[in-house]
């Protein structure tokens, strides 16, 4: 059985970010070196105190802003669990359960998502696929999560085993997956974040936050959907839904839906313009290469909460620092409490919005 990062010694942890560092340009990996030392800090005991909002009944969940279950802040470490998006693993289950999902662009036009676990509970998610250079540096800001997929190619795989996260590769590691009747390989791979945290929360703390929230909603420009064109098998819209109070997701003009029938739909679109290069790396039987950015590097920004959007910057300071989102004026924009979906979009594809009322 092996336990990835979790079986290392810090020696060979350095060792193996050393190797891959020396053998890699600009990208994802950007900014690594200055997150090494918190590599090193595996004990759980020696964590920083978590710093939670609180609204007037208590406590408030880091990871969404809404008010922690019973009153207290789930003391275990996230879960980030990579799941397909091409249309034959449609729909997927347990996408509605995650505090934070992001959608990140893949080879070929698809995307595929990190569905992020903390306060709520999915006793189902999947179809879980393989691990993306992309995912290393969204990892490194969840204060040491679980990050559950299955297999990726040998230098996507180093980039893991080095980036400040518990790496479970399915193929190899607990918890036994479920495979669901009726669906078939690769998309058929499944399990529980309960199952998950049984095997591997080792006793850690709650993560940092790494947005803020708010019920009261700043100032922006009302508006009624936001087209985000992958690709053809991944063209999305984002509808505002006054009467539930949420972004509703649209796939292909079809409303998208989890397994069990219910439609998708957030408190919060971030919407993060990065710049992206392709390779060295073959992804795909195809010629695919691999997608990568930096997540250092910053960009433009659009965050839709309440019916409106707010036009402004990205940026982080380390790869151990969590993202910020900044307005025009430079002040931080607070989330809506509830589930954020995270759009990180290529600047070579144009994101467009239209006002309330358009088109209906």
Known sequence: MRLGLSRRSPKIRVAVAVVVLAGIGV????????????RLARDPSAAAPVKTASHAGGPTCPLSGTPAPGGQVPQRSAIAVKVDNYPAGRPQSGLTHADIVFEEPVEGGITRFVAVFQCQEASLVG??????????????????????HVGGIQPVL??????????????FDPPTPTHLSGRYAPYDTYVSTQSVWSHYNRGASAPSPIFTYSSAAPAG?????????????NDNTWTWDAHSGQWMLSIGG?????????????ANVVVMTVNVTYGPWVEDSHGGLEVQFNPLAGGALQV????????????????????RLLAASGSQISLAPGETWVEIVPSAIPVTTTPPGAGS
Request: charged share 15%; glycine share 8%; net charge neutral.
């Open 221 to 233: 420009t009302p508006v009624g959907t936001v087209h985000i064109p992958f690709s053809s098998t």
């Open 254 to 266: 079809q409303q998208a839906t989890v397994l069990d029938g219910n439609p998708i739909g957030v």
């Open 304 to 323: 839709l909460r309440n019916g409106v959007a707010i036009s402004g910057q990205w940026e982080r300071s380390s790869l151990s620092a969590p993202t």
């Open 27 to 38: 990208g994802v990996y950007l900014g690594f070196p200055a997150a090494r030392a918190k």
């Open 158 to 171: 180093q980039l893991i085993n080095a980036a400040n996260a518990t790496n479970v590769d399915l193929r």
């Open 127 to 148: 179809p879980i696929r393989s691990a993306r250079a992309v995912d290393a540096g969204m990892l490194d800001e969840l204060s040491d999560p679980i990050f559950v």
